[in-house]
């Protein structure tokens, strides 16, 4: 199928709009959630290898504050450490530890991917690097990258 004049728009961290002009059907969008940036480009390679597009990012909601940074996220990263070791982005990287011994991996996954969209609100790129499968009642860890200017904001108050 020929596209032309195809647009990919961010509208939320993981959902995105493709928005193009077809020979057969003519004018259309197509919703994409909880997706990557990559996956929707996919979607228009499969369907037009030659096509083109361009890439609208989701805007960042204003300047973030320390001030402005939820309580539920100062809680989660109050203890974070700098990755060391493995493949990780040095400055952005970030190893983040269970609250509580006895806290589920998944409501703890659940937490961090609430921090993870609330840094894509603001204009940060973020994402789970590393997390447990099972729940062990002792301290785990949960790989996270961000990047500024939510890194920034961050660091100030942990």
Do not use: C
């Not at 193009?20 to 059907?25: F, H, I, S, V």
């Not at 970030?94 to 894509?120: D, G, H, Q, S």
């Amino acid at each position: 199928m020929m596209m032309t004049n195809v647009k990919i728009e961010q509208v939320e961290p993981h959902s995105f709009i493709v928005i193009a002009d077809t020979e057969k059907y003519g004018k259309g969008a197509i919703l994409f959630q909880d997706i990557t940036r990559q996956a929707a480009e996919s979607y228009i390679k499969a369907n037009d290898p030659r096509a083109t597009w361009t890439y609208k990012p989701l805007e960042p909601r204003t300047t973030l504050t320390p001030a402005m940074v939820p309580e539920y996220v100062k809680e989660l990263v109050k203890g974070f450490e700098f990755a060391t070791s493995g493949d990780y982005n040095p400055g952005y990287t970030i190893l983040i530890r269970k609250p509580r011994p006895y806290m589920t991996v998944p409501v703890w996954r659940k937490k961090i991917e609430k921090l993870v969209n609330w840094a894509f609100r603001y204009g940060a790129d973020a994402t789970i690097d590393r997390m447990p499968i099972a729940t062990r009642h002792n301290w785990q860890w949960a790989r996270v990258t961000i990047t500024d200017p939510v890194m920034k904001i961050l660091e100030q108050v942990r």
